[in-house]
């Protein structure tokens, strides 16, 4: 089995998606614009540009949305969680995932941060 490792374009110690055999795993994903500040808005605005760049990244590596079989969620305020679930949804159609969901503190205050495996085999 072989793996190949996509670097991020930011200044940090890791990964941006590595593929192993079959699997995708991208690194967790915050709602950041390209100087790596978490943009503004709410959880609505902030879950669509995670899963906007989500999208972006699976597409770098010859995937889709379609593809991903497992999202790990964290959010800053489980209160938020339907308004998350809302945008969510949008981005998954008919192919949701398997899912789940925690409430954690964020780097710089984010609203919330994914992490996403896809099946590319």
Not at 91 to 102: D, G, I, Y
Request: net charge negative.
């Amino acid at each position: 089995m072989s793996i190949e490792r996509y670097p991020t374009p930011l200044p940090v110690p890791f990964s941006k998606a590595v593929r192993a055999g079959g699997f995708l795993f991208l690194s967790g994903v915050l709602a950041m614009d390209a100087q790596a500040n978490i943009i503004e808005g709410g959880i609505q605005a902030q879950t669509r540009a995670v899963l906007e760049r989500v999208a972006l990244t699976l597409g770098e590596c010859g995937a889709r949305m379609s593809d991903v079989v497992r999202v790990t969620v964290w959010l800053a305020d489980l209160g938020e969680f339907a308004a998350f679930n809302e945008e969510y949804a949008k981005h998954f159609a008919a192919a949701l995932p398997a899912r789940s969901t925690v409430q954690a503190e964020l780097y710089k205050g984010a609203r919330v941060e994914m992490e996403v495996q896809a099946w590319t085999g």
